[in-house]
């Protein structure tokens, strides 16, 4: 069985988001970029399926500018055997990117797709679930556990919702998205540094794959959040309770 | 107004007489002590022996001290020898009400903090090793409160200790007895920033941390960084000379700090604020104040060169079997990461098993147990470019057998828990229960000598840990035991020291003297440069009012 693992590269977790000044995205020019942290997850749990022997080979592949294959070989470093990189400078919303892995599914046939549940920049927690349905396979999202049983086809995943855990049996293939608690990624060690570089990287476009990129939204403006106001001291309780009626009109 | 100057000034009066009348017997002490301490460093081994003698007989009875029939206060601190015999200087006042109005007067009444809680805050250190009983903390707002508050209790012989965030590690920042403690912390704003040179002139009480983030919109870093970053002043940085995480790149706050403001004990305002890189205009008096630990005068003002924040940084946590492969390794790093490498850090096994058992959410980043680990970080503008060069040295290293595994941060949040690890000792060593720490410069190929000459010497009374800077030759040695004993402390002192010295190391690499090691000045320098010393200190606070009972050898100074 192949996994194939969607990874994004998107910018690092730990950097402060700047919003352009013409507000027509976030600031990626001179700014670390990194593995989303949820899709770092989806490959973490499809490298300990092929470690168990549930699985021959591991796939990533990242949809973006040139620089995406940076993203790659940190997949590659962590264990991934192969990256395929869909080379596009236009920033894709979830349907197309939905679309692009559908049809690289078509061509490589794997038994999983792993993705994580959403990426950090967009939030949109689409991705997964659209590909899914362009497929017509059976998908479990938000999961927390995931148990394989390779004779029967089938594989359980607990999934966090409201209130608690849901556990789900789907038939394969099936797609996976991934949330926070499934597992603690590896590190990119050395020797795995060093055999990355041999590993292969096959570069497509989109139009190799026959996608149609027309995208039914338009991104107006981006914002930043507006700021909060600093508070103030008060000194008695006649103050506050006059500030709660006439300034905040809550009393 | 008019009436209030007029008061302020008849004060002055009151107790500027008082000082002229305390003044006299001062002079004798002056050329007492001198002459005492010149007595003290021509028998300078003689004298060495007899404080062994005396604290062997304290070592066996705790209790009986030579000094039980006097009635003068004593200072018992843990983990350290010398801080225990300390009389307080008897030549000092003791604060009065009407000192205390006379402060609410200049500060305001919400300003001057003889809260219990407050105060026994401020009376100890961060380790909880160290506590002093000062009735008294002043929070000036301005150099101009500083300088009247030192002006004051420099006429009415009032000890005080200057304090920043509290952070010191060796009592050098909390009081012994009861000095008026003065804090620096509502002193903090940033006063200018020049993007063009990136000099930054702030307010000594401004938080090293906040420093670092309002640096970071302008686009750059601070030339220091330190675990306690994030409670420590800028101001106490420069007092301690602090050293820290950049120094292998950045160097010294010797080199960094351009110029600074500074209150002498007299009152007097030092403006040597200068922002220019080059000043040969007579002697470069702020670096008296740079590392003198507050006992030449209070900084107020910092003017420092920051750096640009550069957009590529990397970070490699790498195992080493042995401290040769780790020195080798270094060696390696300057010649074939130079321009870009920025940290150098090392610690061993024992370090890295305590950070495992004491810390939540910290695994160890390599998968084999290794009995050193070394951090290294490069700093610099092509991101490509770096990591394929960090990459390339590693991947040579792996194969020369140098390293013998490693990892490479793939993401900041990975970096951040490389770095958590390293910097999480001092916490965990703090969970683990007493802890005995050395701060020794040595040259590389020793740093790890004296760990293992230590570990034999205590067998199972103690775990002995070593970690540090090793691109600055720094070693943080740690001996880490279930409770503070006087046995121990018997192995350890003058133990450490006398290794040190023998070595040519300093036995205050970057923490200071403080209370801890202020007697044991000489196992690092001659007694002509101490003598020098004395005399400067004596130039610039003849009353001696200026952090007491520290830097300086408590023999200097006796009553």
């Not at chain 2, 220019?276 to 030449?296: M, V």
């Not at chain 2, 952090?547 to 408590?554: E, S």
Request: charged share 25%; hydrophobic share 40%; proline share 3%.
């Amino acid at each position: 069985m192949k996994i194939l693992v969607a990874v994004k590269r998107v910018v690092d977790y730990a950097v402060k988001i700047r919003v352009k000044p013409d507000k027509t995205g976030v600031e990626t020019q001179n700014v670390k970029m990194s593995m989303n942290p949820f899709c770092e997850i989806a490959l973490e749990e499809a490298l300990r399926i092929k470690e168990a022997g549930f699985a021959e080979e591991v796939i990533a592949v990242s949809i973006g500018p040139s620089q995406c294959v940076d993203t790659l070989r940190t997949g590659l470093a962590m264990g991934a055997d192969r990256g395929i990189h869909v080379e596009t400078n236009s920033s894709f919303l979830p349907l197309t990117i939905a679309k692009i892995l559908k049809s690289l599914a078509d061509v490589e046939n794997p038994g999983l797709i792993f993705l994580g549940k959403q990426a950090i920049d967009d939030d949109c927690n689409q991705t997964g679930q659209m590909v899914a349905a362009l497929l017509g396979w059976p998908q479990a999202t938000f999961a927390s556990k995931v148990v394989l049983d390779k004779d029967k086809n089938v594989a359980t995943v607990d999934r966090e919702v409201d209130g608690g855990l849901e556990t789900l049996n789907v038939d394969l293939p099936a797609v996976i998205t991934t949330d926070l608690r499934l597992n603690q990624p590896r590190y990119a060690s050395l020797p795995n540094i060093m055999k990355a570089k041999s590993k292969p990287i096959k570069k497509m476009t989109v139009q190799d794959l026959k996608v149609d990129i027309k995208s039914d939204i338009e991104i107006l403006e981006v914002t930043e959040p507006p700021k909060r106001k600093s508070g103030v001291m008060v000194s008695s309780v006649d103050e506050l309770i006059d500030k709660l009626k006439n300034e905040a009109h809550v009393v | 107004m008019m009436m209030q100057k007029l008061r302020r000034s008849g004060e002055l009066i009151r107790f500027g007489c008082k000082s002229l009348f305390t003044s006299r017997p001062n002079k004798n002490l002056v050329s007492r002590s001198v002459s005492g301490f010149v007595n003290h460093y021509k028998s300078k081994g003689k004298l060495f022996e007899l404080s062994d003698g005396n604290y062997n007989t304290e070592l066996h009875h705790p209790c009986i001290s030579r000094n039980l029939g006097m009635l003068l206060q004593q200072y018992k601190c843990f983990g350290s020898s010398a801080a225990s015999k300390i009389q307080r200087n008897p030549l000092f006042s003791s604060l009065d009400s009407r000192d205390v109005s006379y402060f609410k007067e200049i500060l305001g009444e919400k300003n001057v903090i003889e809260d219990k809680e407050r105060l026994e805050t401020a009376n100890t250190d961060w380790m909880h090793k160290y506590k002093g009983s000062s009735k008294l903390m002043l929070l000036p707002k301005n150099t101009q409160e500083v300088s009247q508050i030192l002006q004051y209790c420099d006429s009415r012989r009032l000890a005080v200790v200057p304090q920043g965030g509290n952070t010191g590690l060796v009592g050098g920042s909390v009081p012994v007895f009861d000095e008026v403690i003065i804090n620096v912390g509502l002193m903090n704003k940033v006063l200018a920033f020049d993007e063009v040179s990136g000099v930054l002139v702030c307010e000594a009480g401004c938080i090293l941390e906040n420093l670092a983030t309002f640096l970071d919109t302008k686009g750059f870093i601070m030339p220091l960084d330190l675990g306690a970053k994030g409670s420590c002043h800028i101001g106490g940085n420069v007092s301690t000379n602090a050293g820290g995480l950049r120094l292998i790149r950045y160097g010294s706050l010797h080199g960094t700090v351009l110029g600074l403001e500074a209150v002498t004990a007299n009152g007097n305002v030092l403006d040597m604020l200068g922002t220019l890189r080059k000043d040969n205009t007579g002697y470069d008096l702020k670096h008296l104040f740079i590392g003198s630990e507050g006992s030449l005068g209070i900084v107020t003002k910092v003017s420092i060169l920051t750096q640009p924040k550069l957009s590529s940084v990397n970070l490699a946590f790498i195992a080493c079997k042995d401290y040769l492969s780790c020195q080798k390794l270094l060696v390696e790093a300057k010649r074939n990461l130079g321009e870009i490498l920025s940290a150098f850090e090392f610690l061993d096994n024992n370090s890295m098993d305590l950070v495992l058992n004491h810390l939540d959410g910290v695994r160890n980043p390599v998968s084999c147990s290794e009995n050193f680990y070394i951090l290294i970080e490069t700093t610099g503008s092509d991101e490509t470019n770096d990591r394929e060069k960090l990459e390339a040295f590693l991947l040579k290293s792996l194969e020369k057998g140098l390293v013998s595994d490693g990892v490479i941060a793939q993401d900041i949040n990975q970096a951040s828990s490389f770095w958590r690890i390293r910097e999480g000792i001092t916490e965990a060593l703090q969970k683990a229960g007493a802890v005995y720490k050395y701060d020794l410069s040595l040259p590389v190929e020793e740093i790890y000598n004296i760990v293992n000459d230590l570990r034999g010497k205590l067998g199972d009374l103690a775990n002995v840990m070593g970690y540090g800077h090793l691109g600055d030759g720094n070693l943080h040695l740690n001996i880490s035991a279930a409770e503070y004993n006087d046995k121990l402390l018997g192995l350890i002192e003058p133990y450490v020291y006398e290794w040190t010295s023998k070595h040519r190391g300093s036995i205050s690499a970057e923490h200071g003297l403080g209370v801890m090691k202020a007697n044991e000045i000489f196992y690092s320098k001659s007694p002509e440069t101490v003598a020098l010393m004395a005399s400067i200190k004596k130039l610039l606070d003849p009353k001696g009012i200026l952090n007491p009972y520290k830097v300086l050898p408590h023999s200097l100074f006796s009553h």
